[in-house]
């Protein structure tokens, strides 16, 4: 590969990773692969300054933007830090400082970098008016509602407090351990995937259309920066102690150094205390003192030349691998998962590691019997990162690892779909973890919402030989269960109770492979019945707006075999919803058929979702962002300047709320 060749592969894989990463909360790679990735292609830009682009990741910062809120232009640029994971990167840092500064004395100020999400509040004569995400540096999400439930952040300052008009302060908002932990065990009970980590849990937190959530979830948020017009000190130390005596939570770990060896203190120090913090921390943050000093050194299109981020190496470990084992999930998806000694790593014991998938397992060259090491991705998900080079040495190395061709519960050869990174189990009716998840997925509260069973009951069901699937489950009595009366009808009457569940639920719930919610609610609309969409073609299937050759092939095939359609029939006996009902069948139209429409702003009448769930109704498509290809936008209130801008620019008309129930109801 050229140099023109592997500028464009870091482009493309950058563009991605920045989009997982702020956008979808759901990173596939570590900083420090993300940060090397991106000094390869600054150095690569360099050589080769005729192939400058001037929509390359090093010219931009990564964005978290969505598209539930009002977008707001920051009257100050919210840059992204230069990162660093050694001292001579530092000492480069803070000789270049001296250098630019022409020998001036200058102090540094050492913070702790706290691993959440970037916000920007504004003031006003002492009154909270605006909360803004950092979004791509010029823009973000209006998040005023959500963050006034953050109990930290003032809403309004002291009378008597002596600070500038206006004034706009920086910071991170952050979900502490506690509350973290707490938040996993309720999703846990409720059967919702896990966050991965506190980052992930405060970003998706913070972007929740209710703020009721938000209040809920123990948020908290500490305040790094000042801007004003009117600034109080000359200094961001001491501005920060200003900022602290107004109301402001203030880390107490900020140090003023004064020299190179003061900083390597304080970062000696916190790579081993950061452990004992209630919060999560990936780093120090260092930033020349002196405002004048600051405008003096400047900035770059990415990031400010008087301040750098030092990232901690993630903390690694060394164990013995003893066996790798494969479970199989709901879907058939098999997934390798190592078994270790015990290890401590990162305050906690670990045995065990997620290998992900087969591309993982066969990089990794794992033996039994390998000195592996271990880290913990983003401080929580362990992961075997390689192998001891005293095993890679070893000529008498225990047996290799090879992910199975067959299921390790059934016995059935595996199948691997095109685009796909799992490989599968394909026996749906005969494999036991895939039929026990296939139940658990049937009872869930987003399908059928059979709150009174779980996994453990559901287990035990099953090995009593009352259920072969969940269509069993509809004739269940009193006398089958036994036990306690009282939970017997409780879960008896929820079972009946399901029976009212909408078809685009029901359709969800029977577990087609890749046919998730909003394939289901899709299908649902566009087929009507079961028995329609049973007897569609993968042709029939294709014409279907959002659905794809995998879905249209999977759907197929479901409906091809026979258990599966001996096991819908069995449940369209017990009186499950087989068809959209009447009422919504005579609220459909096509008067919006063939046209992409955006939502944005805040609605009196009904709200995005509802809005969402009328426009697919009357045929329409909703679209998240505006193109050329854009019908119009369904705006609301507040709706954001920029998305304003872009529809005049691009000739996209733009709809009222009372225009668009006209056009709807013909």
């Not at 006003?124 to 605006?130: I, T």
């Not at 004034?167 to 991965?196: C, H, K, T, Y």
């Not at 919610?517 to 079961?530: D, N, P, V």
């Amino acid at each position: 590969m050229n140099d023109t060749e592997r500028i464009a592969h870091l482009r493309t894989l950058l563009h991605r990773l920045n989009h997982e990463y702020y956008v979808m909360n759901a990173p596939t790679a570590s900083d420090r692969e993300f940060d090397e990735m991106m000094h390869e292609l600054q150095h690569l830009e360099q050589l080769h300054p005729e192939l400058y682009d001037p929509n390359s990741p090093t010219q931009r910062v990564g964005s978290d933007l969505s598209n539930e809120f009002a977008t707001v232009v920051h009257k100050r640029p919210m840059l992204s830090l230069s990162n660093t994971y050694n001292r001579q990167e530092v000492a480069d840092f803070y000789q270049r400082v001296g250098e630019s500064l022409h020998g001036q004395p200058f102090d540094v100020c050492c913070e702790l970098k706290f691993d959440g999400l970037s916000i920007s509040l504004h003031y006003e004569r002492k009154r909270l008016v605006r909360a803004v995400t950092r979004g791509d540096g010029e823009k973000g999400d209006d998040v005023t509602a959500n963050v006034r439930t953050i109990r930290s952040i003032p809403l309004e300052l002291p009378a008597g407090t002596d600070c500038p008009d206006a004034f706009e302060i920086r910071g991170e908002v952050l979900m502490p351990w506690a509350s973290f932990d707490r938040l996993n065990r309720q999703r846990e009970e409720a059967e919702e995937p896990l966050f991965a980590n506190p980052r992930n849990a405060a970003s998706g937190t913070l972007k929740s259309k209710d703020s009721r959530v938000v209040a809920g979830r123990g948020l908290d948020a500490y305040l790094y920066y000042l801007l004003s017009d009117q600034m109080p000190a000359e200094g961001h130390y001491q501005s920060l102690q200003m900022v602290r005596s107004w109301g402001f939570q203030v880390s107490e770990h900020i140090k003023l150094a004064h020299s190179l060896q003061e900083i390597y203190d304080y970062i000696d120090y916190w790579d081993n205390e950061r452990h004992h913090l209630p919060i999560a921390t990936d780093g120090i943050v260092l930033k020349v003192n002196s405002f004048a000093q600051q405008r003096s050194l400047g900035i770059t299109a990415k990031s400010p030349r008087w301040a750098i981020a030092y990232k901690f190496q993630a903390e690694q470990a060394q164990t013995t691998l003893r066996q790798v084992v494969y479970q199989v999930g709901r879907t058939g998806a098999v997934t390798p998962v190592a078994n270790m000694d015990p290890v401590l790593l990162a305050g906690t014991t670990v045995r065990r590691a997620t290998l992900h998938n087969a591309d993982v397992l066969e990089s990794l060259q794992l033996h039994v019997g390998d000195q592996v090491l271990v880290e913990k991705g983003g401080e929580i998900i362990p992961k075997i990162v390689g192998v001891a080079q005293e095993s890679l040495d070893n000529p008498h190395r225990g047996q290799p690892i090879h992910f199975p061709t067959h299921c390790p519960a059934c016995g059935r050869e595996l199948v691997h779909y095109e685009g796909e990174a799992a490989h599968y189990c394909p026996n749906e009716t005969g494999c036991v973890p895939l039929i026990l998840g296939r139940i658990e997925h049937f009872i869930s509260r987003k399908a059928m919402n059979i709150n009174s069973l779980g996994p453990e009951t559901v287990d035990e069901y099953y090995r009593r030989g009352m259920i072969r699937d969940a269509a069993d489950l509809y004739l269940l009595t009193e006398q089958q269960l036994g036990g306690d009366q009282k939970m017997v009808r409780k879960i008896l009457k929820s079972v009946d109770e399901s029976r009212k569940v909408p078809f685009e639920r029901v359709l969800f719930a029977i577990g087609i492979r890749f046919v998730g919610e909003i394939a289901a609610k899709t299908l649902a609309r566009h087929f009507g019945s079961m028995e329609a969409l049973a007897a569609a073609s993968v042709d029939d299937l294709l014409q279907v707006s959002g659905i794809g050759m995998v879905i249209a092939e999977s759907v197929r095939a479901y409906f091809q075999n026979p258990s599966n359609r001996d096991f819908v029939s069995r449940l369209a006996s017990c009186g499950l919803q087989m068809q959209l009902s009447e009422a919504h069948r005579q609220a459909q139209s096509d008067r919006l058929a063939g046209k992409s429409i955006v939502i944005s702003g805040v609605f009196a009448h009904h709200s995005r979702d509802e809005y969402k769930a009328l426009i697919e109704q009357h045929g329409g498509r909703n679209v998240g962002s505006i193109s050329a290809k854009t019908s119009f936008i369904l705006a609301g209130d507040n709706m954001g300047p920029a998305k304003l801008e872009k529809a005049r620019k691009l000739g996209i008309p733009v709809m009222g709320e009372e225009e668009f129930l006209a056009l709807i109801q013909g």
